[in-house]
């Protein structure tokens, strides 16, 4: 079936810009994990979303971060104000939650560049 | 907190050959698992292996096998018969077991090992 996806796949804006960055998880999976990859580094945890809320959001670093799942799908992360320090990839994953079946499945990132 | 190292930065193997990478890992928790991601040039985050800590076997994946030593907290990753195609970065990645207390859905990677096979 089909994997998760993101969109866009780049974005490029510019300082103090909002952006928002989405992220379709596999169909019936209802976790799903945004993590952080910047440069040379490996990808760091932001939030969890175990159906419509966010069960850990403990890795946004600050309150310009924020991400939504309304519907227990989709998801949207949305970062208002921008700074060059948020230039990075942001990666989408999702799985289950059972024993044994939740490997996480990431999808392809969007790459952030902030001027 | 649990943290992973991954002490190679880049390693190079020749096509057809073997290579290890290595990584190790800190934690307090008893149960968990561990998995080894590929991230080639187009950064799709691909799942390589998954090893669960209380099984004492070594899991393999057809060329993919791991050398898990859980007294050492060790993880290393063998690739058989290189193929160019296995150029990629690749990331050891630590979870606590699902009925574990805390967070037992965040996954803690290493920085990754940049491996290059030459043909």
């Known amino acids: 079936g089909a994997g998760v996806s993101q969109t866009p796949s780049n974005k490029v804006t510019e300082k103090g810009k909002y952006v928002e960055l989405r992220c379709d998880p596999i169909?019936?999976?209802?976790?799903l994990y945004w993590y952080r990859q910047s440069l040379g580094q490996g990808p760091e945890f932001l939030i969890y979303f175990q159906g419509t809320g966010a069960a850990d959001d403990s890795g946004l670093p600050n309150d310009r971060f924020f991400a939504v799942r309304p519907e227990g799908s989709v998801s949207t992360l949305k970062i208002q104000r921008t700074e060059r320090g948020d230039s990075a990839v942001y990666l989408c994953a999702s799985s289950f939650r059972l024993a044994g079946k939740d490997t996480q499945y990431f999808g392809p990132g969007t790459r952030l560049t902030v001027l | 907190a649990q943290t992973v190292t991954q002490s190679q930065p880049e390693m190079s193997v020749q096509e057809a050959e073997t290579v290890t990478l290595s990584c190790t890992y800190d934690t307090s928790e008893s149960n968990y698992y561990l998995f080894w991601y590929k991230q080639p040039p187009s950064r799709q985050m691909i799942l390589v292996i998954r090893?669960?800590?209380?099984?004492?076997q070594n899991a393999t994946e057809n060329r993919f096998s791991v050398n898990f030593q859980k007294a050492a907290k060790s993880f290393s990753l063998k690739i058989s018969d290189s193929q160019l195609g296995d150029t990629a970065m690749y990331f050891c990645?630590?979870?606590?077991?699902?009925?574990?207390?805390?967070?037992?859905?965040?996954?803690?990677f290493g920085k990754g090992t940049l491996l290059t096979v030459n043909p």
């Open positions: 169909s019936g999976h209802t976790a």
């Open positions: 990645a630590f979870m606590a077991d699902l009925n574990s207390g805390g967070s037992n859905y965040k996954l803690t």
């Open positions: 090893q669960e800590a209380y099984k004492q």
